[in-house]
């Protein structure tokens, strides 16, 4: 039976300063990756996001997951990813973040208001591992959309790292942003994800949902 990872990304918390992910009324939105702290990733902030973006080098940015070719790398000996490890083909990657309500005038439009979304999934096909390139995925398809990955900066993937390519028939970045509801005590993580022990998750409770 498949698996389902809960994964954040995308700028967060601390970025809240120079990149945020924009929610418009309608409940759209724009993937804005977090700043890459010096190190300049394989692409640049895309132009349609700049406007939610400041003080940052446009350039410096970890793209990923990449949406356009359906493929997510992690650093999996970090404590934070360590669960990537047990990933395996047909598992699904459910990604989550921090988006921030805007009335579509660009940085300026931010109300303040916040919310924790689900916004797109990934069903595993391929995965490659540390010390494998693009080169190594099993088709000529998969080893394109592998080049983009940001973890591939260097060529090949980095002790630790795994790059995860989605099946492009499963896999897809949300036309619209599920609230997770986090600030109700019946809202929607609270009601459908258990803890990885397969514990409940209530509003104010132990373990916190945000770290569970």
Request: overall charge positive; glycine content about 12%; proline content about 4%.
């Amino acid at each position: 039976m498949s698996k389902i990872y809960l994964v954040n990304v995308g700028a967060n918390t601390k970025h809240r300063s120079t990149a945020r992910i924009p929610l418009f009324e309608n409940g759209t939105f724009m993937y804005v990756s977090f700043p890459h702290s010096g190190r300049r990733g394989l692409r640049p902030y895309p132009a349609e996001v700049r406007h939610f973006v400041r003080g940052v080098d446009l350039n410096d940015t970890h793209f990923d997951p990449d949406w356009e070719h359906l493929t997510y790398g992690d650093g999996c000996d970090t404590p934070r990813a360590g669960a990537l490890k047990q990933v395996v083909e047909n598992d699904v990657l459910l990604f989550w973040g921090l988006f921030w309500k805007n009335n579509g005038g660009g940085w300026d439009g931010f109300t303040g208001e916040r919310r924790w979304c689900l916004m797109g999934a990934l069903r595993v096909r391929e995965i490659l591992e540390e010390g494998q390139r693009p080169s190594d995925a099993k088709s000529s398809s998969r080893i394109e959309r592998a080049r983009h990955n940001v973890h591939f900066c260097s060529g090949r993937l980095d002790q630790g790292n795994r790059v995860f390519l989605g099946c492009t028939r499963h896999s897809q970045l949300f036309s619209v942003a599920v609230d997770l509801e986090v600030g109700k005590r019946t809202g929607l993580l609270y009601r459908t994800i258990q803890t990885a022990s397969g514990g409940k998750l209530s509003l104010g409770g132990k373990p916190a949902w945000s770290s569970s």
